[in-house]
């Protein structure tokens, strides 16, 4: 059974090596078909009836993709209608090494058992092994074993009774390798050729991804874009310090101006200014480049117009677009500015978006126009572009020539119509790359059996704390309920008090299909009307949420505090609770207000209150920040899920009763895991920003002649609270929510990785997330760590690991940004399904940001911010003058300064349908040819409503 | 580039092998008429060379002396051409020194030194090629050697290393699997009563995952005895083969 062979490898590292590696060759390899009865495997997985309705093919048949085929049409391949096609090792070492993303997508199409993919291990097998011949070239190798392994297939499957009509289609878009392949009798056709001649289904046509053979149509003799650079030369300029290495960020305003992202050594990071077509070579976001600096006298400072690519348009636009980009600027202003020279790596995926139809009606060629403004137009060949009008698409792209003004890409996939409520969330999930497809069935298997009870397995290590008067609050209509607290008089006059948090750790258990989708998805993701759960339902809306009158099991943290609420004792203990009632934010409150009221619940949640207005104070002494940021809430029509209103959140003193308690969590757990496990406790930290974040701040806060000190949480903290303006309320806010923009991200880490542990926002040295395992995954990590500390769980070794750990924190971050982003979108596309039911209205606002031709404006009342244009394509602009170091807009003769109030209307721009805008138009100040007239009757009627 | 990988999902190692399937092991005794005994042996490509000289006085100092068993003493060594880079290895560096003192361990182990008191049991081993399991190699070319000289063992010494990549035990590494990153545990077992005589692991493994890796390499030292035997057996038809015109 092993037959050993050795074969010689020569590689390049410094010198040349001789490398000699085993091979063995196997006589045990199946072949995988349903049809073989000579190989005696154990489960087969290519079909008897492998048919596909085709006109070149009329016999059921396996395709044998070559590299390329997979590389490049992957899009087709995860079709559903693709099945039983044979991939060989050679070809999924290659795609290994030549692009780990469609490798990750091979795989788990291979891994997917509906599609019949199967993987042939064939350079081990005795029969299709070959060995590389005189003077032949890898590739040619790899091409040849393909043959071999496609002709071994056909030999074998002739044999096999009732296989008569079987071919072996070997697809291939290489001419030569085809002919090659066609003279050794066996059936081989190209991609496009085969995906044409499947009659049945001809929307497959349109994912097939552009090759090179088929893109010269549309090109102008103008090389529009300098070449690239190859890789080796990219290299040796990386080494010698001519080019620099970042990710690429296209600016979300400006299409003609990006920067690249440069990861120096250690803490040392810079950031290149790239402007112009030109210069920016066809990188797309997120690419990793390789970028030149410019000399000197080149260097331009970044623009603040905002500017978008408006679709084809003549070239001598173009230059005066860029040419709008140049302006004067001091030489302060100056930021180092380059030209990208090469892509070392190409990040692209699939975009949402939408088609923008090409005027000529039989073109089959189309612009498509993404939903992120990052990402340039990409050019697309579809028959059905009638049918995709107005619809929400994704296309990937597929190259980007030099000589094209635009990437060519392909289709993928249809999502709906445009600004139909279900499309525009399965865009924004997409685009933030939040997971929410349904749980599958391998992960609902590892949830408990209904009905579920307790047993007497999960009371060991337990403590049984039903007797205690445990209540939770929340806001109002959560189902995933995590936090639950209590608080009693002890006997020697002290305060017990205790947070109960769901223990969801008892039913995830590591490593398990439920707990990796769980990391994966690492947060729960709100949006206005829908909850992307991390756990499935019964686990989140059910088993674990600690609901009234029943038993749940939970992990407890109990203080002993004196009443100054100084900690006395802290244990930690996973336990059994049974809540007595589960509270709304306000109902809590109306219970400590209500004097009548006396039983345990309101003493209870009295005593809580009492001592967490004592930790608050005490907390904002050390430093901690009071921020604020306008937060809407909507009231949706149950009928239409429309939104009808919308308010502002309000906070209540029980809010921050809840709050108080859960950081206090927070904290003693973090500080019990990194006692415990100093190298790998799962921690949080908040970086303190640094000075030069504060700028607009000060700027701000100067324009009113206030000082705001930054040099320490405590010291800024204390001087917001000092910021006031006589007969200006809201001032206060507006700076805090400035404050709040000038913050670094919080993060989570792994504690062996890192030595800064400090919460900025929270002045505590350190901290960790405890208390939402149900919708966090970072806390059901920092439940594992403490049961194991506590003795009431076991560990197991990726927990120990802190790389893994770290790899873990680096998800996590990244998703809950995501998340965050993701609802930051939902909320705003709410805003405009209210503001296009609702029409223009009249409202109050202040300048939050004065921009080189704009203003932007926040509305407090609905926490909205939108900008307001003195420039207007089809008006001429009015005189603007912009200072840079107040800053100040001066328009006509009216200066814009920060803060100022103005009077706004707001309504929907639908021009777009893609990017439906609030646009909002100058009522007063008043200037002439600039503001807009107030509409006539609409805002008595809203007086009258008011003085009514 | 991303780089090797170990163990592909259809269960195939970088060579073609199964997790748990050891290298091709080819075997010779009676190399050197010279030599009280030697052997040769092929794990895959790794290539060893056994010499035992002894029981006999002790050279040297007198100091070294035992008066209850016999000393045994090994020296390991490293042909310059063995590894893909030719290099110059003296005697005595530290990783020599070190695997000859692991050799001395195991054989103290397994070679019944009471018989022979004040007397002295040399064992020199040479790679001529490395290829991963170079202790390994030794151990079993080094048992073969000391049967060849007719110095009595409690049982063969079997040694086999063993690794752990995606949550599967690999046995009998190769020199990539060996650098590809993962934990490796060197084993010498004495296969008929199950004793070990020499556990050696030098990166970080959760301990959850010890067995399973003790079980691999086990398993594996016992198919090497099997082959060994065969080895030894059959070298003594020859002999006796020889011996009987």
Redesign the interface.
């Known amino acids: 059974m092993l037959k050993s062979k050795t074969f010689v490898k020569k590689t390049r590292s410094g010198g040349v090596m001789k490398i000699v590696r085993e091979h063995y060759l196997r006589d045990d390899i199946w072949c995988g078909s349903e049809f073989c009865v000579e190989c005696k495997q154990d489960s087969t997985v290519l079909q008897q009836d492998a048919c596909i309705e085709s006109n070149l093919l009329s016999s059921p048949h396996y395709l044998i993709p070559d590299t390329n085929v997979v590389l490049h049409q992957i899009d087709i391949l995860e079709d559903p209608l693709i099945r039983n096609v044979i991939i060989l090792q050679t070809v999924l070492q290659e795609i290994r090494h030549r692009s780990a993303p469609v490798y990750k997508r091979i795989k788990d199409v291979v891994h997917d058992k509906e599609k019949h993919f199967y993987t042939f291990t064939n350079e081990h097998h005795r029969e299709t092994f070959i060995e590389r011949e005189q003077a032949e070239s890898a590739n040619d190798q790899n091409d040849r074993a393909i043959r071999v392994a496609a002709k071994w297939y056909s030999e074998h499957l002739k044999n096999a009774p009732k296989a008569e009509e079987l071919k072996i289609v070997l697809l291939t878009n290489d001419r030569a390798n085809k002919e090659k392949a066609e003279e050794s009798g066996l059936v081989a056709y190209k991609c496009e050729e085969y995906i044409k001649s499947l009659i049945a289904n001809p929307e497959l046509v349109d994912r097939l991804a552009l090759t090179s053979d088929d893109q010269n149509e549309i090109t102008t003799s103008k090389l529009l874009f300098p070449e690239h650079l190859p890789l080796s030369r990219i290299q040796a300029g990386i080494k010698s310090g001519s080019f620099l290495q970042g990710t690429f960020r296209a600016s979300r305003d400006n299409y003609l101006e990006a920067t690249v992202f440069v990861h120096g050594e250690g803490e040392e990071s810079t950031e290149v200014l790239i402007q112009g077509l030109q210069n920016l070579n066809r990188a797309v976001h997120q690419d990793v480049v390789a970028v030149e600096l410019l000399p000197r006298d080149q260097w331009v400072a970044p623009s603040s117009v905002v500017l978008q690519d408006e679709g084809p348009k003549e070239d001598d636009k173009e230059e005066e677009a860029e040419n709008m980009l140049r302006c004067e600027a001091n030489e302060a202003m100056l930021k180092p500015t380059g030209k990208v020279v090469g892509i070392i790596k190409r990040n692209w995926r699939p975009f949402c978006g939408m088609l923008s139809k090409s005027q000529i009606k039989e073109a089959t060629r189309h612009l498509f126009t993404p939903a992120d403004r990052r990402i340039p137009r990409i050019r697309i060949e579809t028959r059905q572009a009638a049918a995709l009008e107005g619809q929400r698409i994704m296309v990937a792209i597929d190259g980007w020539p030099k000589h094209s003004r635009y990437p060519n890409g392909h289709f993928v996939r249809n999502l709906g119509s445009a600004g139909d409520k279900e499309t525009e969330t399965a865009v924004l999930l997409l685009e933030h790359d939040v997971p929410h497809q349904a749980f599958s069935q391998a992960v609902l298997s590892f949830l408990p059996k209904m009905p579920w009870r307790i047993t007497e397995e999960d009371m060991k290590n337990r403590v049984d704390l039903r007797h205690l008067c445990v209540c939770s609050v929340d806001p109002p209509g959560c189902t995933d309920i995590d936090d639950a607290l209590h608080c009693r008089d002890l006997e020697n006059g002290n305060l017990e008090v205790g947070v109960h948090i769901a223990d969801v750790s008892h039913f995830i258990r590591p490593g398990n299909a439920l707990d990796q989708e769980a990391a994966n998805r690492g947060t729960t993701v709100y949006l206005c009307e829908k909850r992307i759960d991390m756990v499935p339902e019964l686990l989140s809306s059910n088993l674990c949420s600690l609901r009234s009158n029943v038993d749940r099991l939970a992990f407890s943290c109990i203080w002993e505090m004196n009443h100054n609420a100084e900690i006395l004792n802290t244990r930690f203990t996973k336990s059994v609770i049974n809540s007595k009632a589960s509270l709304t934010y306000a109902e809590a409150q109306m219970r400590i207000d209500d004097t009548s009221m006396n039983d345990d619940i309101t003493k209870s949640l009295r005593g809580l209150n009492k001592l967490a207005k004592i930790l608050k104070k005490k907390r904002i002494e050390k430093g901690a920040l009071t921020l604020s940021s306008p937060e809407v809430r909507f009231h949706i029509d149950s009928e239409t899920h429309d939104p009808i209103d919308l308010q502002t959140k309000e906070l209540k003193e029980t809010n921050s009763m809840v709050e108080e308690f859960m950081l206090l969590a927070n904290i003693s757990v973090a500080q019990k895991i990194y006692d415990e496990f100093s190298e790998c406790a799962l921690l949080r930290k908040h970086p303190a920003p640094p000075p030069s974040n504060y700028d607009i701040l000060n700027k701000a806060a100067n324009s009113k002649g206030l000082l705001i000190r930054t040099d320490s949480a405590k010291a800024l903290a204390d001087s917001l609270d000092e910021a006031k303006v006589d007969g200006f309320a809201y001032f206060n806010t507006l700076l805090r929510i400035l404050a709040t923009r000038c913050m670094m991200q919080a993060v989570y880490f792994c504690s062996g990785m890192d030595s800064d542990f400090h919460h900025y926002g929270l002045a505590s040295p350190i901290y960790t997330h405890f208390t939402s395992p149900i919708r966090r995954y970072a806390d059901i990590i920092v439940h594992r760590l403490l049961a194991v500390a506590i003795g009431a769980d076991c560990t197991y070794p990726d927990l120990m690991d802190k790389h893994k750990q770290s790899a873990l924190c680096n998800n996590l971050n990244y998703r809950h940004k995501m998340a965050q982003y993701a609802q930051r979108a939902s909320v705003a596309f709410h805003t405009q399904l209210f503001f296009k039911n609702r029409g223009i209205l009249n409202e109050d606002g202040y300048i939050l940001f004065v921009r080189k031709n704009a203003i932007i404006i926040l509305i407090p009342k609905f926490g909205l911010e939108g900008t307001v244009f003195f420039e207007n394509k089809d008006k001429p602009s009015p005189r603007l003058t912009f200072n840079e170091e107040a800053p100040t807009l001066t328009v006509e003769d009216h200066t814009f300064h920060m803060f100022d109030k103005v009077k706004v209307t707001i309504s929907l721009d639908s021009s777009n349908i893609q990017h439906q805008k609030i646009r909002m138009a100058l009522i007063e100040p008043v200037i002439p040819g600039v503001s807009v007239a107030l509409p006539e009757g609409e805002p008595e009627a809203k007086k009258a409503k008011l003085d009514r | 580039?991303?780089g090797l990988?170990l163990l592909?999902?259809?269960g195939?190692r970088?060579?073609?092998?199964k997790p748990s399937?050891l290298?091709?092991v080819q075997a010779r005794m009676g190399v050197f008429a010279q030599a009280d005994g030697s052997a040769y042996i092929e794990q895959?490509?790794t290539k060893a060379l056994a010499v035992v000289y002894g029981p006999h006085e002790v050279r040297g100092s007198r100091s070294k002396t035992l008066h209850d068993r016999a000393v045994i003493n090994c020296q390991y060594s490293m042909a310059t051409f063995s590894t893909?880079?030719r290099k110059r290895r003296p005697h005595g560096d530290r990783k020599s020194s070190e695997m000859s003192l692991h050799l001395k361990q195991t054989f103290e182990a397994a070679i019944l030194t009471q018989l022979y008191p004040r007397s002295q049991i040399d064992i020199y081993v040479k790679i001529l090629q490395s290829?991963g399991g170079n202790y390994s190699a030794c151990v079993n070319a080094a048992t073969l050697a000391v049967i060849d000289a007719g110095v009595p063992m409690r049982d063969y010494v079997c040694a086999c290393s063993a690794g752990f990549v995606e949550d599967t035990p690999l046995a009998d590494l190769?020199h990539?699997e060996e650098s590809g990153g993962g934990t490796s545990l060197a084993l010498a077992l004495l296969p008929r009563g199950g004793q070990i005589a020499l556990l050696q692991m030098d990166a970080r493994l959760?301990q959850?995952?010890l067995d399973a890796l003790m079980e691999a390499a086990m398993t594996a030292c016992r198919s090497l005895s099997n082959v060994l035997d065969g080895v030894v057996r059959q070298h003594l038809q020859e002999v006796s083969l020889l011996t009987r015109e």
């Open positions: 580039m991303a990988e592909s999902d259809q195939y970088l060579d073609g092998r399937e290298r091709k895959g490509n893909a880079e290829d190769c990539t959760h959850d995952h």
